[in-house]
């Protein structure tokens, strides 16, 4: 049966670690400079920021595509990380809330926004692929770009909408991510929502034959992978 793509895809999800890494569990701590408008999702990758921030707290994160180091495409692109979410001030609640994603605006204060991301190297994620193409077996172990699409995140949950885009399968050393394997070898019933809807039926993003499948990924052009430094 064909993949249907979801919305929101929930972007590049936590997936554990690889075989034989040592355990990390935790996200670490980074900001958003309170004048960033670009926005960012749960699950969305961002990248480190070249513009710093307002009260200069530590190291700065943007989006990929509306930060203030956007690029326009989706290789060359130097991963900082998965973003997990911010505390951010809102005014209905008259304080400091978690938030699933940050909507480009500071409310009711200057100050720069605390947020965490997922960086470890050994981490792995599983994210859907875009509705061009396949992913297919051959492709394993070849590194792929992400799609621009995270602008329309779904602001109910927080959650990302960005897709790995099949048609950016390379061998290119500066593409994001690396393929490691399908998200079928592993899907337990009920796919993503669990065992509690299993219902027999198929698992959306577990035919590997149509667009939009599910695979696992892991970090290929990241921070702290890559020996040379982000452009200044």
Not at 13 to 29: R, Y
Not at 110 to 133: N, W
Not at 175 to 201: E, W
Request: aromatic share 10%; proline share 5%.
């Amino acid at each position: 049966m064909a993949n249907t793509i979801g919305n929101p895809t929930l972007g590049f999800q936590s997936f554990g670690s690889a075989e034989g890494a040592s355990p990390s569990m935790g996200a670490t701590p980074v900001w958003i400079a309170s004048t960033d408008a670009g926005t960012l999702f749960r699950g969305d990758a961002c990248v480190t920021s070249s513009g710093g921030g307002t009260n200069n707290s530590g190291a700065y994160i943007t989006s990929v595509q509306n930060g203030p180091n956007a690029t326009s495409t989706s290789s060359g692109v130097m991963i900082r990380g998965v973003f997990q979410g911010c505390y951010q001030f809102q005014p209905a609640a008259g304080r400091v809330v978690w938030s699933n994603f940050y909507n480009g605006v500071v409310t009711g204060s200057t100050g720069d926004v605390k947020a965490y991301v997922i960086d470890y190297p050994d981490a792995q994620f599983i994210v859907q692929a875009s509705t061009k193409g396949a992913i297919t077996s051959s492709m394993i172990g070849l590194n792929i770009g992400l799609t621009f699409n995270s602008t329309s995140g779904n602001t109910t949950t927080g959650y990302s909408n960005v897709t790995v885009e099949s048609t950016s399968v390379s061998n290119i050393n500066s593409q994001p991510f690396r393929i490691v394997d399908f998200y079928s070898a592993y899907a337990p019933p009920g796919g993503l929502q669990g065992p509690a809807v299993n219902t027999g039926a198929f698992i959306n993003g577990t035919d590997n034959t149509t667009p939009a499948n599910i695979v696992v990924v892991r970090f290929n052009n990241c921070d702290r992978l890559n020996l040379t430094a982000r452009s200044t």
